[in-house]
């Protein structure tokens, strides 16, 4: 058995884990490709990787210790960009597969980024908000040599929000000695953000949503829709989805979930949300996350973590699509099995590219000291997901492959392409 066939059997065995999720669709990707060996190497890690210790002062008095990590995929193309999120469960393979996946995020949206992700393990719900204070400056502070307006730029992610990111972007300019708002995107209005960058991941949601439907001929006014994950993302994309009149007949938070066949009053559910999007506790008659993924709907939208569709619950779906909103919720195992079911799967690093897309205009609005309006941002944003999207499906129609597969092509091409002029790979 060759070696790269043992790695491929490996990494199958190991779906669970990001990084090797990663790795598999790049070894597949390379190889259709005909790449040399030393492409695959080059992409397979981050070229950096830190990982931090933040000591926090808490509010009883005591000192406690954050992990924390920085991943940089690649800046061939430009400087890396990517989120910050803060979870419990933040593992460092997760870190630098996500970003991984920015790398792909940017190569199809064609922005001059390659990918770059951060992750802090530790529980925001817990905390009380002069800690998060603490923590956010504690990590600017940690991983501020590596960081920069130029070098990589950070963003929000799971549980991170404009607050936190203006409080680290106050901690770089206070480091730098100079005011630096292109050092970070996702800033609140006042601070140099931009319109439409809170509700861009979800608007870009939006527009996947009414292309993929509309290519498949289901009437959008009739559709079912199931979205797990209520936060910043699952909740925008519902209001949008519900004001078009489509039926949103299932939602989950970290709660739980809860299923109406008529549809959910969306519009109370987002009044009774709290800031990190939970609203099932409200009520008696929910079931579990992982039900709600298996009831009958037309498009399933995984929009809360990882690894939700899996070889078990893939067999039982009962939906036509699926649009990840989330970063990597379909394993490679499950992805097979959606894809023998006729079941679309429109893979994250196209459907939740509208988050990346605004903060690119935020930076640009930054770098130029000159603000556009909403009807500016939000024509550019759905012009460059509808070009993504059609690059996506006119190379997964070229090639025959699904379009996870046609994304990696199209944005691994372009980081190969990037490193060979530069002289790092023939
Ligand atoms: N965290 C978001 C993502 O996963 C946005 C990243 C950014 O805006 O840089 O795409």
Request: with cysteine.
């Amino acid at each position: 058995m060759s070696v790269q066939v043992k790695e491929i059997i490996q990494l199958q065995e190991e779906v669970s884990n990001p990084l090797h999720e990663f790795q598999h669709h790049l070894r597949e990707v390379c190889e259709l490709l005909r790449y040399s060996e030393a492409v695959y190497e080059l992409l397979k890690e981050p070229l950096r990787f830190l990982t931090v210790r933040i000591p926090v002062r808490m509010d009883d008095g005591t000192t406690k210790v954050f992990t924390g990590y920085r991943a940089q995929h690649n800046d061939a193309v430009g400087p890396t960009k990517g989120g910050i999120r803060f979870h419990p469960e933040v593992t460092g393979d997760e870190v630098k597969a996500l970003a991984g996946w920015m790398s792909l995020k940017c190569g199809i949206a064609d922005l001059p980024y390659g990918g770059g992700k951060g992750g802090v393990i530790c529980d925001p719900r817990q905390m009380s908000t002069a800690e998060l204070e603490r923590l956010s400056r504690g990590y600017v502070r940690a991983v501020s040599q590596i960081v920069g307006p130029t070098k990589d730029i950070p963003a929000p992610d799971v549980f991170t929000n404009p607050q936190i990111i203006a409080w680290m972007m106050d901690e770089y300019s206070e480091i730098r000695e100079f005011e630096s708002p292109g050092f970070i995107t996702g800033k609140p209005l006042v601070l140099g953000g931009s319109v439409g960058r809170e509700t861009a991941t979800s608007k870009g949601l939006y527009h996947i949503y009414n292309l993929i439907t509309q290519m498949k001929g289901i009437p959008t006014q009739d559709a079912r829709v199931i979205i797990q994950g209520f936060g910043n993302v699952g909740s925008y994309l519902a209001k949008f989805l519900y004001e078009q009149g489509v039926k949103i007949v299932g939602i989950g938070d970290a709660n739980g979930a809860i299923y109406d066949a008529g549809g959910l009053d969306v519009p109370s559910l987002l009044e009774r949300r709290d800031s990190f999007g939970a609203v099932t506790q409200l009520f008696t008659n929910k079931i579990s996350n992982q039900e709600l993924l298996e009831q009958p709907c037309d498009i399933l939208i995984p929009a809360a973590l990882g690894g939700q569709l899996t070889k078990e619950n893939a067999p039982r779906l009962q939906c036509k699509i699926v649009i990840e909103a989330a970063n990597g919720p379909t394993t490679a195992e499950a992805e097979r099995i959606l894809q023998e079911r006729g079941i679309i799967v429109v893979p994250d690093i196209l459907a939740n590219s509208g988050g990346v897309i605004v903060s690119y205009f935020e930076w640009v609005q930054n770098n130029q000291g000159f603000y556009w309006d909403e009807a500016t941002v939000d024509k550019m944003l759905q012009e460059k997901t509808e070009r993504s999207f059609r690059k996506a499906y006119e190379t997964s129609l070229q090639y025959k492959v699904n379009m996870r597969t046609a994304v990696y092509m199209v944005a691994v091409r372009r980081l190969a392409e990037a490193a060979r002029v530069r002289g790092w790979v023939d």
